[in-house]
């Protein structure tokens, strides 16, 4: 979409430590909820954007931008709202906002068919059969898809390079009985899909971003295939839920594709099955609380799930927030309540909004409000890659409570005691997670793994780039990424090492070893392809002249070649001058530019003395044309006179630099032949 068509609005919105309508304790009439750091914020239904603790506020003008229904923390930029008149906003701690005119169908921006998805700089925002993708800052638009029914499943890498989307995409009945669901796994660095197909009888899928694995979840079984290698014909993994489908109350994956789950009645309690996508490892967990028909549920990457079972019939939602690896279990009833609920998994803490109400589980106080005797720690978090190098702008995350680093790779947690999951971000480094333990003043020393750009171009020896080729990066016997190259040229981010590059153009593969110890271009030659070149000597009627005689000529003026009536030569794309003789008929020559497999015919005309053909001239204007075949084969047609010259080599030479115009003969182009008469 063109810039002139982004409508970005800048309004002051921010106000810090307002005076403003206050509102209770108990965070009636919330709308969405979102976490940025150690604090909650709530959008509500008048329209306003406020920290739990009420310190910050932003105020949205809901005659121009409408009410708020989404709210999505965006790290290191401040809050994305998604408004019911679809209006994106991005808003700042710093006093700004940017707003966005979204094209969607504003009757689509409801909680359960809409949302926002964050990751690195890149916003994903669905509703209905509409997705965009949108650059931040600046809420750029990247990228859009709709389809013709609905979208259910959404998934951004965590570098924000990558999409993966699910929806049915078709009219027919039967179709969407059998889940014939559309897949489209798209690169957005090259604006390729990388897959794109539908897939029959599947629940969902999403890709192992770590490994670059799809994962399809179908009926039978849950499938796993390596993205790079192009085709879904090997199946790597594959596993089988001990619960059929049909009895899934939910199902989903976890932000990194690392782990899979879904919830099934078990008796009269809720059961959950996790599973992880890697290591084949699984576990199954009977919370304390009904299932029912109504369930939502959310996985985290640290095994965290949080789920709402809503029984209509006691008018009660039911919520847990479960450890998959310990069995931990936290639960929550919530009555009376009504199926409006919202629920949303910010780290370690689940959040459920009934009836427009914030429940937190565990239950938590505003950030002020600490239970007396929590001693609050403090956590020195050093980032640095793996030449010890600091890493400046790494986001460290201990649970929901996030900083960023200085120049010296160094930043500081406030964490009281207790189990963190710990994770730690760079956009040049890969992403660290592990447990973290508090119980005093700490020094943490994180190594991230530094992540470098290799870019490989192929090009032939006369410089010409191909306009496709396959370029495979290998590091070792298990780790390889391979890729087709538009232009023969690809980007790759890896970490430094040895390399083995592989190019792969028609019948030839070049490997290149390289060391990579920065961001690095590199520049492969491949060997000039070779093309045939078919000359086919007629006389006006078209029938074959016997005892004809074919010389090629390169641009030098060297002899190549001598062939007979029907000659065939194998050669560089490149200029030749093409010369026929023979017996009774005017001598005929023609020069012609050849990038393809080319078949060149060559009319002669009868001659008009009885010795004129045993003139070894060439005609004065030297011209070839082409038509194009079915095959990609070229048939040129000429039919001229000539001039009587002598000494056939230096005149092809002097001939050629004197060209004026030439028309090339190559399998996508076709021209009418031209003609001279002396």
Known sequence: MRNSALALVAAIALSVFAAAQPLSSSSADVIDVSAYGSSLFLALENGLVKS????????????????????????????????????????TFDGRSLWLRLAVDPNLIKPGTSGIIYANDTSLIYAGKSVLLVSLPKLEIIWTRDIYNKYTGYSLSPAGDAVVLVGFNTICSICLMNEEKLVIVRNLRNGKNIIEGVIPHLKTATVLWRRNWLVLVQWDAIKVYDLNTGVLNTTLKA???????????????????????????????????????????????????????????????????????????AGAAYCALLDALTGEVHTETISPASPSIVLKLLGGTAAVIVDRALTTIPNQRAPETNVAGSATYSVAVKVVDDVGVPLQGALVCANSTCATTAVDGVTTLKLTQGRYTLVATHTSAETYRGTLDVSGNITVPLILTRLFTLTVKGVLENGITPPSCI???????????????????????????????????????????????????????????KVKLVIEVVNKSGAPVDNATITVFG??????ASLDERGTITVKPGRYLIRVEAPGYLNWS?????????????????????????????????????????????????SMRFRTLSRVRSFASAQLSRLKSTFEATPHTKEKGVKRKD
């Open 52 to 91: 739990q603790d009420d310190s910050l506020k932003w105020y949205l003008s809901t005659s121009d931008y409408g009410f708020p229904v989404h709210l999505e923390a965006a790290p290191r930029h401040g809050l994305l709202v998604l408004t019911d008149r679809a209006w994106l906003g991005l808003l």
């Open 239 to 313: 596993y089988t839920p001990p619960q059929s489908h049909d009895k899934w109350l939910s199902y989903g994956f976890s932000p990194s594709g690392e782990l899979f789950y879904y919830t099934c009645p078990d008796g009269e309690r809720l059961g959950v099955y996790v599973l992880d996508m890697e290591r084949g490892i699984s576990r199954y967990t009977v919370l304390p609380i009904p299932a029912r028909k109504k369930v939502l549920s959310q996985l985290a990457d640290n095994w965290k799930l949080a789920a709402v079972s809503y029984d209509s019939s």
């Open 471 to 529: 370029l495979t990066l290998v590091k070792s016997s298990d780790r390889a990424w391979n890729t087709t190259a538009p232009n023969c040229t690809a980007g790759f981010l890896v970490s430094r090492g040895l390399y083995t590059v592989v190019v792969q153009f028609d019948d030839q593969m070049i490997e290149q070893n390289i060391e990579l110890k920065e961001d690095m271009f590199l520049l492969v030659r491949l060997g000039e392809e």
């Open 555 to 560: 641009d030098s003026g060297e002899v190549l």
């Open 590 to 638: 023609a020069a012609v530019k050849v990038y393809g497999d080319t078949r060149l015919q060559a009319v002669l005309e009868p001659s008009r003395k009885p010795d004129e053909s045993q003139s070894l001239a060439l005609q004065e204007l030297v011209v070839a044309t082409a038509l194009s075949g079915a095959a990609g084969v070229l048939a040129g047609l000429l």
